[in-house]
């Protein structure tokens, strides 16, 4: 791993440093050398955050030749991400529902296919009624407030509250939230629901889903950098499914929805525990892989 990253940062014959093309065009060989298969987009990202250069800018700007100090600095995130460090984590953002998101250690990266989640959840909402109208919105396990704050930024009269028990997690969420929501919406350390009371039109949860014994056969980028506590959903992966199924038909409204994030090959069971708890079960949305990923669930008429 070493030899990859210095092979990425060598110089040419003569000692002169690097242009930009050619620095970015070594970055993606090591990372395709070593099996990482974002090779090309990864090197544009990762380039472009150590020049502060957007895509365009760094196509036009290719044949500069970088400074010292650059090239350092290159070497250390061809380091990071030969290391299989998400370029995410790398740059301390990422995309979601079209918002840059503020991420770091304490919180997943969000990932496209929760984005389902968002979507069975605006389509839940259109069901009863105009987005404009004032809405009560709760987000379990909010993580860097991505469910949330996507949902705010659909529903302009809207107020969310975020719960997670990781207070690092909860300062990045607020942070987001104050970017792109000002002023609507409050976060709380508490176990899911454990701190929430009142009715809410509107729940949502990406819960940590991953069965304890399975956490160690995921992606290195997963495995060895996401929060555990964000991914263990205990022995079978379905505690915190359970725990939403007893706690959340209290805190919907009449005519309120739980949308919920599903695992690989939960849907059935999962869709099955909010059933035996009374309430009434819609059939899944798929993501755009066509597996069952968002599940809306509400009280029984």
């Known amino acids: ?73 290159i070497a250390a995130v061809t380091r990071r991400r030969l290391a299989r460090e998400p370029v995410a984590r790398i740059v301390g953002c990422k995309e979601f529902w079209s918002l840059p998101l503020r991420i770091d250690a304490t919180t997943l990266v969000p990932r496209p ?3 389902t989640v968002v979507e069975a959840a605006l389509a839940a909402i259109d069901g009863t009624g105009e987005r404009s109208r004032r809405l009560r919105i709760a987000d379990l396990g909010t993580g860097s407030g ?7 930024s659909e529903l302009p009269n809207a107020f969310g509250v975020g719960t997670d028990c990781s207070i690092g997690a909860l300062r990045i969420a607020h942070e987001n939230a104050l970017k792109f929501a000002p002023r609507r919406a409050a976060f709380v350390g508490c176990d899911m629901t454990s701190a929430l009371h009142g009715a809410f039109d509107l729940i949502v949860s990406n819960p940590p889903y991953i069965a304890s014994g399975a956490i160690g056969a995921l992606a290195p980028e997963v495995r060895d950098f996401d929060p555990h506590a964000a991914l263990d959903g205990g022995p079978d992966g379905l505690e915190f499914y359970r725990l939403m199924a007893l706690s959340t038909p209290a805190l ?17 069971t999962v869709a099955e525990l909010f059933a035996m708890a009374g309430l009434a079960v819609a059939l899944p949305q798929t993501d755009l892989n066509d597996v069952p990923r968002a599940l809306v669930v509400r009280r029984r008429a």
């Open 1 to 73: 791993m070493a030899m990859a990253a210095d092979a990425a940062v060598a110089r040419p014959e003569g000692g002169q440093t690097r242009t930009i093309a050619e620095a970015r065009r070594a970055l993606a060989s090591a990372l395709r050398a070593n099996g990482i298969d974002s090779a090309d987009l990864d090197a544009r990202i990762l380039v472009g955050h150590v020049l502060g250069l957007e895509h365009a800018a760094l196509a036009a700007e290719g044949m500069w030749r970088l400074a010292a100090e650059e090239e350092k600095a």
């Open 113 to 115: 296919e929760t984005e």
């Open 146 to 152: 991505a469910l949330l704050v996507a949902l705010l």
């Open 252 to 268: 919907l409204a009449r005519a309120g929805a739980l949308v919920v994030e599903l695992g690989i090959g939960q849907s059935e």
